[in-house]
């Protein structure tokens, strides 16, 4: 016989749960398709921002396009057109706006002026928004006055235009791309790539970077101060190449490391050596040094607790001074700042659910 109903004091009663609804990722990153659009730009952000996932393989960011005008076929620079389903309001629920090359910016272009499409497009914008360019997507971003008097970059064959065309932009034609913070921009093509890459290593860390980075094939970290353009990227077929040297070091980070150590794994002299380096990487061997301990020395704050003397040690830059120093040059802050903002946001995200991303 079934029990009879119990009393339940006043004030204890269960309240009914409603059913949680779908999962949406917290940060909205919205691409915005030009016309005249070069496809390559258009989908890195769909494929970098598109693969994060937390730690429950849910995404970290919604990735949605949208056109300037309303929603409809846009064309691109190749010999097809894109169907856009979402307007320019959608800009209004950006968290970040990324805005790819075109070849068709017209009046951007030629006269550093917006359009009124894209006049009435930027004015959905929400103030904190993240505005991001990739490639000739600069000038958009600057006819908007989003980098006046700031540092930004584009692709190299267009630096000079750009400059003239926007004297109070300071224009880094030699780097892969610059972060300034609310507003991040790229050199061309595959430039995009390590940008967002940069982008999601800041959101939320190497490791999940470096996922993705795996997931597309690409090498998981270039530096944004990375040579642009170099005259002879691959060696000669008949040369010997330096890899053999880098993968050595790489295995040593924690040892002292001479140029002349990483010269005899190839069997050259330091003179070629450093010279093949050079025309391979796009920089010395001693920079190139520094930039894989500084990225040993990110993963170890965010992934460990160790001390900040053993990072230094592990990252082989000696002592913690000489680890501070070069982090505070890299990155802007020392290693117990970026340790504590790391797992600061880390934390941030996990106490809202999976997938937040705090704003810039």
């Known amino acids: 016989m079934p029990h009879p109903p119990q009393d339940t004091p006043q004030g204890t009663q269960d309240t009914p749960q409603a059913p949680p609804g779908p999962y949406r990722p917290a940060h909205r990153v919205a691409v915005l398709a030009l016309e005249g659009l070069i496809p390559f730009e258009m989908g890195i952000p769909q494929r970098i921002f598109g693969r994060a996932r937390d730690s429950a393989g849910r995404p970290l960011y919604e990735v949605v396009t949208c056109s300037v005008g309303p929603p409809g076929l846009v064309r691109t620079e190749a010999d097809f057109s894109i169907l856009v389903e979402k307007g320019p309001e959608t800009l209004a629920t950006a968290d ?145 190449t330096t890899a053999a040297a880098r993968t050595w070091a790489l295995a040593r980070l924690h040892e002292p490391i001479q140029l002349r150590d990483m010269a005899e794994q190839e069997s050259m002299s330091v003179r070629t050596f450093t010279r093949r380096f050079r025309e391979e990487a796009g920089i010395s061997p001693g920079q190139w040094l520094v930039r894989q301990r500084v990225e040993r020395a990110r993963q170890l704050l965010e992934s460990t607790d160790l001390s900040v003397d053993q990072v230094a040690r592990d990252a082989g830059f000696g002592t913690a001074q000489s680890m501070r120093q070069h982090l505070q040059s890299a990155l802007g802050v020392p290693p117990t700042v970026y340790r504590r903002t790391f797992r600061a946001a880390v934390g941030a995200g996990a106490a809202v659910g999976a997938g937040s991303v705090p704003h810039p």
């Open 96 to 240: 970040t706006v990324i805005v790819p090359a075109s070849y068709q910016l017209g009046p951007v272009y030629t006269e550093g002026v917006l359009t009124e499409e894209l006049t009435a497009a930027f004015a959905h914008l929400r103030p904190e928004t993240r505005m991001v360019s990739i490639c000739t997507g600069s000038y958009v971003l600057a006819a908007a006055g989003f980098l006046n008097g700031r540092p930004a970059t584009t692709h190299w064959s267009h630096a000079a235009h750009f400059q003239g065309l926007f004297p109070r932009i300071k224009v880094d034609a030699d780097v892969l791309f610059v972060d300034d913070g609310d507003v991040l921009t790229s050199a061309g093509v595959a430039a995009g790539i390590d940008l967002c890459l940069h982008m999601l290593r800041r959101d939320h860390g190497t490791a999940v970077a470096n996922d993705v980075a795996r997931r597309t094939v690409v090498p998981p970290h270039r530096d944004g101060g990375q040579a642009q353009y170099i005259r002879r990227p691959l060696p000669e077929p008949q040369l010997a």
